[in-house]
């Protein structure tokens, strides 16, 4: 089964770059890798998804290596609202449709 | 709009009292699925179902139900519930499964006494 591992906090100050990295194996080659923010109580929600390289959104940016063994979220000049928690989602190789979220990474942005 | 509503948002319920939680989307997604959240333990995938009268367990089944007659909706059937089922339930649905975008649900909090 495939395997996520993210860090389990980064702290970091409004206006700066935020990076976060998953490290995940043994990942569907033919799948996305998508990651999610959540607040407290609320569901997660969709951040960003790419395949391979770079995908930049109006929110955030992905870079996925060509092994494919690890991906990082970019969160450009975060703010206190960005105080949340990040989630990664791979597909796994060997089972279809199944899907291996990482543990959530709880990002805290200070003023 | 397009969104995934659960109901209800909060239930308290006692040891052994059927209860359904309700799923529904407007999106026409063939794929829909229930997860619950713990503290420390992340997301864990209930059951899930790629469409209409297809449904298959998750990582974590044991104690739940779930039917999938028409396309919306997904309920969520504990038969009998017990305290190791108190949780935060997400329902989330998506065009057709496998890593498309997932739209989640705002959430029911459960708690079994």
């Known amino acids: 089964l495939a395997k996520t591992t993210q860090p389990i906090s980064m702290d970091s100050y409004e206006g700066q770059e935020v990076n976060i990295t998953c490290s995940h194996n043994n990942i569907a080659t033919n799948d996305y890798i998508t990651w999610y923010q959540q607040f407290p109580s609320q569901g997660p929600r969709f951040i960003i998804q790419?395949?391979?390289?770079?995908v930049t959104n109006e929110v955030a940016s992905l870079f996925i290596p060509a092994d494919r063994k690890s991906s990082t979220l970019s969160l450009p000049r975060v703010s206190l609202s960005d105080t949340a928690v990040y989630y990664c989602l791979v597909g796994d190789m060997d089972s279809n449709y199944q899907l291996i979220w990482g543990a959530g990474t709880k990002l805290i942005i200070k003023p | 709009e397009a969104q995934v509503t659960q109901n209800p948002r909060y239930l308290i319920t006692v040891t052994g009292k059927k209860l359904t939680v309700t799923c529904s989307q407007n999106m026409n997604h063939e794929y829909m699925s229930w997860y619950r959240q713990d503290p420390g333990l992340g997301l864990r995938q209930i059951y899930y179902s790629m469409n209409v009268e297809v449904t298959d367990k998750g990582d974590v089944p044991e104690g739940y139900k779930v039917s999938r007659k028409e396309k919306r909706n997904f309920p969520l059937i504990l038969e009998s519930p017990s305290p190791n089922q108190t949780s935060l339930y997400f329902c989330?649905?998506?065009?057709?499964?496998?890593?498309?975008?997932?739209?989640f649900g705002s959430g029911t909090q459960l708690s079994v006494l």
């Open positions: 790419g395949y391979k390289t770079k």
């Open positions: 989330a649905s998506s065009w057709r499964g496998g890593n498309e975008k997932l739209f």
